[in-house]
């Protein structure tokens, strides 16, 4: 009997471990709808889909947070605690500076007896009484039994705490995040004001107002002291509330990055004569117009709480900053004034591929502040950013993938910023700034490699690195610096050409070419080379350290063999034609690791949600299953988008594939829910794939409306049948942004199975 269990386990274990994901997702999922119904979690219209708990649990790394925010404002809040499994929480941040980059000004109730160590201890709260909707939060501290809420302004926030009863003191502590000076000052007993030192040199100023008079504390070589004010390093401070004060306390608050008197403004602007229920009813209606833009119909209940989900986050940045018409820029450390928004917290490398084309639909004069915001950052620092956050660029991943992103936006007819002196910083990148990975400022040695080979030079196996710029974890990632430099470049001369920059469009159109110096015809993969120009034979699988960042980024050479978004055609020519490239294709989906998956993670931790090769967890990978769009086989298109939404978008706390990275992710799941996906940012088309609904309407910023028809759309009518755009058949898988802002049609009918003869036609009519 005992070898029969054996024998039936290892042949099923497979499938036990599959049932057992499921159910467990299914388990989730039911724990979070049921969570939806507990009281300021209700919502309305496509808002009561929303669930930011959604991915909360990462594959192996970075998990999505459960952001509580008006959309694109500053004042951004979560919990700290370790992760969702965790179920005790540290403190209550006044707002999340930037996305996964710090926090300012630490708080939390306390009821127990303060000890100088309250600080440090944390508190168990209960996961099914804890209620995130995007405007509004409210938790239960079990062991203290008291209850927090909070609600979201622009740049003020409102948090309410309810003690028992029977308390012993009652107490509301603060403290800094970061490890700079920081300052804490009670006035009459119902005001504080603050600073804190964030990224080194920024300073953070608060007022807030109790709705109770307290008697202020300090720590003072570590004693409580009986104080109003504290300055210093690791500031730490308290107000109480007595043991017969009042059961519910309230504290609303504004954070400013310009002064304590634009905090103090900021104050009085957004709180004087609102209540919490006042906030959170206004930020329930910003979150109503910002998500009820798109309307569908069909898809099941799951698709379409991943759906608005995924929606909500593509409104967390980039996070408008200015204050009554100033902003502080860390771009040049000064005060601006302002006459529309200033934009930061963006992380090009994600948010170019889908984020950004999907809010020049959504909101065109939002991405035009945004890209403006660009020019203005390049202005002030001398460089046109990638990584914009509150301090500056920051030197993070590869690329100049904003000049992508601008030339998008201008082919979209976004034209609201300065278009010349955005092409003068692109093409001052182009031509000065370094290549390196985790590297901002001018150009090294290695530039000039790929300026005169045509190729970012690498190491050899083993070889010792003699160049001082480079960072020693991030490595050089030579083919992925040479691909993505291509199709920056692409980028460039493509702006040159509509400016009528006939010399520069030349040269840059000879740049984006770059790619093929790589293309290895024996191995049929893009391949390293080293200063002279030499083979250097490596595993494409494997090789290159971790992340195989030597020659890749967070991924292998299976991901970086697709790379060349600004030239399929060329891609489908060194491969020998269509047909090796779908075979190619359906290779990568099939391929083994050759190795076990936690031997395979724990060098390419970022590749994750692995189907074969192909990592849904990264966003390199985003465009490659719409590939099959420039060959004789778009049935594939469809059948591996279904395949790849149905497995790794569950709507449950593990429902994302890898790092979301604040809309980066959710923007390529709303694009493959709607059926159609941008392959090539600036490029002002888009490709059809599998639409999960029946039905989408996108309300545009002229009154006009965009509508995708997939009739007898279901889970198991995913192919598409037949095509009309704006009534006229169509047998292309493409059609342009110029149909879609123009308020037209798109018709699919659906079937069971594939119709291999549609969408064969490569052209646009």
């Known amino acids: 009997m005992l070898k029969h269990i054996v024998k039936l386990l290892s042949t099923n274990l497979n499938h036990f471990l599959i049932c057992g994901w499921m159910l467990c ?7 979070l709808k049921a969570q939806n119904k507990l009281p300021g979690n209700e919502g309305k219209d496509n808002l009561r889909y929303i669930d930011p708990r959604i991915g909360n649990v990462g594959q192996l790394l970075q998990p999505t947070r459960p952001t509580v925010q008006l959309p694109n404002q500053v004042i951004r809040m979560y919990p700290q605690r370790t992760d969702y499994m965790d179920d005790q929480i540290s403190s209550f941040p006044l707002t999340i500076v930037s996305h996964r980059l710090g926090e300012v000004f630490a708080m939390k109730p306390w009821n127990r007896t303060l000890t100088a160590n309250s600080w440090k201890q944390k508190q168990t709260f209960d996961h099914e009484l804890e209620v995130t ?16 809420e909070f609600t979201a302004g622009k740049k003020a926030g409102f948090y309410k705490f309810s003690f028992p009863e029977k308390s012993t003191e009652k107490f509301l502590l603060f403290n800094l995040y970061n490890s700079g000076a920081g300052s804490f000052k009670f006035i009459n007993g119902n005001v504080i004001e603050g600073t804190e030192i964030y990224h080194e040199d920024i300073k953070v100023y608060l007022y807030g107002e109790f709705s109770s008079k307290g008697k202020a504390g300090i720590i003072k070589n570590g004693q409580l002291t009986v104080a109003d004010e504290i300055t210093g390093k690791a500031a730490k401070s308290y107000i109480s509330f007595g043991k017969n004060g009042p059961a519910n306390v309230e504290f609303r608050y504004a954070i400013s990055y310009v002064s304590e008197e634009q905090a103090r403004a900021s104050f009085h602007q957004e709180m004087d004569g609102r209540s919490f229920s006042n906030l959170q009813a206004d930020g329930e209606k910003a979150w109503d117009k910002a998500i009820n833009n798109i309307h569908v119909e069909g898809g099941t209940e799951a698709q379409r709480r991943s759906f608005y989900t995924a929606y909500y986050r593509c409104n967390e940045r980039m996070v408008d900053i200015t204050e009554n018409g100033k902003y502080y820029s860390g771009f040049d450390k000064k005060i601006h004034n302002a006459t529309r928004p200033f934009y930061v917290d963006d992380w090009t490398w994600d948010t170019y591929l889908a984020l950004h084309p999907l809010r020049a639909i959504v909101n065109p004069a ?34 100049f993938h904003s000049s992508i992103m601008l030339l998008d936006g201008y082919r979209k ?9 955005a092409y003068e910083g692109m093409l001052k990148n182009a031509n000065e700034a370094t290549m390196l990975p985790w590297r901002n ?12 080979k045509g190729f970012f030079p690498a190491l050899k196996i083993g070889e010792v690195e003699k160049v001082s710029q480079v960072n020693m974890g991030e490595r050089r990632q030579a083919v992925a610096v040479t691909l993505g430099a291509s199709y ?28 093929k110096n790589l293309w290895n015809n024996n191995i049929k993969m893009f391949m390293p080379r080293d200063g002279n120009g030499n083979w250097i034979n490596i595993d494409p699988k494997f090789d290159g350290g971790m992340g195989g960042r030597d020659y890749y980024d967070e991924n292998n050479g299976w991901t970086y063999l697709w790379q060349v978004q600004q030239d399929i055609p060329g891609l489908i020519n060194l491969m020998g034609g269509k047909a090796p490239f779908e075979a190619k294709l359906d290779q990568l989906f099939r391929e083994p690791l050759n190795r076990s998956k936690y031997e395979f993670w724990a060098k390419f931790p970022d590749a994750t949600g692995l189907v074969g090769e192909y990592s849904m967890g990264n966003e390199p990978s985003f465009f490659i299953p719409y590939l099959y769009n420039f060959t004789n086989a778009p049935w594939k298109t469809q059948k591996r988008i279904r395949f790849l939404m149905d497995v790794w978008y569950k709507d449950s706390i593990f429902g994302i594939p890898g790092d979301e990275d604040g809309g980066g992710m959710s923007a390529f799941m709303v694009f493959s829910s709607m059926g159609f996906y941008p392959v090539t940012p600036g490029l002002p088309v888009y490709t059809i794939g599998s639409p999960v609904f029946s039905k989408v309407i996108i309300d545009l910023a002229d009154g006009k409306k965009f509508t995708m028809i997939a009739n007898n759309c279901s889970v198991i009518n995913k192919y598409v049948q037949s095509a009309k755009m704006n009534g006229q058949l169509i047998n292309t898988t493409w059609f342009t942004h110029e149909q ?6 798109l018709e699919l009918e659906m079937g069971p199975k594939p119709n291999k003869s549609w969408g064969v036609e490569q052209t646009l009519k």
């Open 413 to 421: 007819g976004l034209r609201n910023f300065d278009v010349n002196k």
């Open 441 to 452: 400022g001018p150009k090294t040695l290695l530039e000039n490699t790929y300026y005169t």
């Open 366 to 399: 939002m991405e035009e502040d945004m890209l403006n915001s660009y020019v203005n950052q390049y202005e002030q620092s001398g460089w046109m950013p990638t990584f914009p956050v509150l301090f500056g660029d920051h030197a993070c991943m590869n690329g």
């Open 25 to 31: 997702c299914f388990c989730s999922a039911g724990r």
């Open 133 to 148: 909707r995007p405007w509004y939060y409210s938790t239960y501290l079990i062991d203290d039994e008291i209850t927090v």
């Open 740 to 745: 879609l802002i123009g308020g037209g049609t």
């Open 488 to 515: 920056d470049d692409w980028a460039v001369g493509q702006m040159a050409k509509e400016l009528g920059k006939t010399s520069d469009y030349q040269k840059f159109n000879v740049r984006a070419a770059n790619y």
